[in-house]
Antibody, heavy 115, light 112 residues
């Protein structure tokens, strides 16, 4: 069974850091181009970052560029999102998802940035 | 940035009715490699998005064949041939031909 399981979310103060993980199973993780997508409460979907199969290429949305870092460990079949200098507007549910091939989404992890 | 305009924003349908959702792009989604990276997802209330269709018209594994996708260039359509109660939720189109990846604003399907 294919699974993407996010973890590492919770409540964090503005300006602090948090690292999300996404553990993949049931498929060959290194064959998949991966991404993080977020959804603020009651809002639509927003792409956050993407990473190539081996991790050599990364791309970021303007709202997180310079603050967030996407990475992966293919040996551990795990995707990461390091989030620094968090702001209240980063409050959202964060999903990991496969882009190429498309088709796998995690259940999401909530991140709340508040003092 | 590529803007994806979804219409209608809300769709009210009866069980068994066929409906269509439009997704129009501000620029062509045909990639230089020949693929068109336009996908459709369904988000049911309280759940994570579920992929339905990729590369315009290819059905994800396990998705009922009452769902179909079509289109090219800048105009795309998701059709549900015979709506069922389990189809209610918000439908999103998304593109990753161009960075930044973008999503449509969603179409909420409600059942009468």
């Amino acid at each position: 069974e294919v699974q993407l399981v996010e973890s590492g979310g919770g409540l964090v103060q503005p300006g602090r850091s948090m690292k999300l993980s996404c553990a993949a199973s049931g498929f060959t993780f290194s064959d998949y181009y991966m991404a993080w997508v977020r959804q603020a409460p009651k809002k639509g979907l927003e792409w956050v970052a993407s990473i190539s199969y081996e991790g050599s290429s990364t791309y970021y949305g303007d709202s997180v560029k310079g603050r967030f870092t996407i990475s992966r460990d293919n040996a551990k079949s795990t995707l990461y999102l390091q989030m620094n200098s968090l702001r209240s507007e980063d409050t959202a549910t964060y999903y990991c998802a496969s882009l190429i091939p498309f088709g796998y989404w995690g259940q999401g992890v909530m991140v709340t940035v508040s003092s | 940035d590529v803007v994806l305009t979804q219409t209608p924003p809300t769709l009210l349908a009866t069980i068994g009715q066929s409906v269509s959702i439009s997704c129009r792009s501000s620029q062509s989604l045909l990639h230089s490699n020949g693929n068109t990276y336009l996908n459709w997802l369904l988000q049911r209330t309280g759940q994570s998005p579920q992929p339905l269709i990729y590369l315009v018209s290819k059905l994800e594994s396990g998705v009922p064949n009452r769902f179909s996708g079509s289109g090219s260039g800048t105009d795309f359509t998701l059709k549900i041939s015979g709506v069922e109660a389990e189809d209610l939720g918000v439908y999103y189109c998304m593109q990753f031909t161009h960075y930044p990846l973008t999503f449509g604003s969603g179409t909420k399907l409600e059942i009468k």
